[in-house]
Nanobody
Framework: QVQLVESGGSLVQPGGSLRLSCAAS????????MYWVRQAPGKGLEWVSS????????NYTDSVKGRFTISRDNAKNTLYLQMNSLLSEDTAVYYC????????RGKGTLVTVSS
């Protein structure tokens, strides 16, 4: 069955950086679009970014463009999210998912941006 395990979340100061990872198993990772979604405190799930299975085409929600970079290593079945210039509004639980709505997702990793 599909397993997605996120890691890398932490407390970070505004302006700081973090790199999230997601280890995937139970499906052919190299054939699927992959997604990062997030859920801020008291809010619903929000799509953050998507990446093509092979050619690396990526898409981002407007609020993270120029600050976040999604990438993947198909040999390692791992998805990444490099987050730079973090803002307090980036505070959320971050999930990797196999669909844009986050229906099938991991348990998440908490990112807290605060001074």
């Amino acid at each position: 069955q599909v397993q997605l395990v996120e890691s890398g979340g932490s407390l970070v100061q505004p302006g700081g950086s973090l790199r999230l990872s997601c280890a995937a198993s139970g499906f052919i990772f190299s054939r699927r679009w992959m997604y990062w979604v997030r859920q801020a405190p008291g809010k619903g799930l929000e799509w953050v970014s998507s990446i093509h299975p092979r050619i690396g085409d990526a898409n981002y929600t407007d609020s993270v463009k120029g600050r976040f970079t999604i990438s993947r290593d198909n040999a390692k079945n791992t998805l990444y999210l490099q987050m730079n210039s973090l803002l307090s509004e980036d505070t959320a639980v971050y999930y990797c998912a196999i669909d844009k709505d986050g229906i099938v997702r991991g348990k998440g990793t908490l990112v807290t941006v605060s001074s």
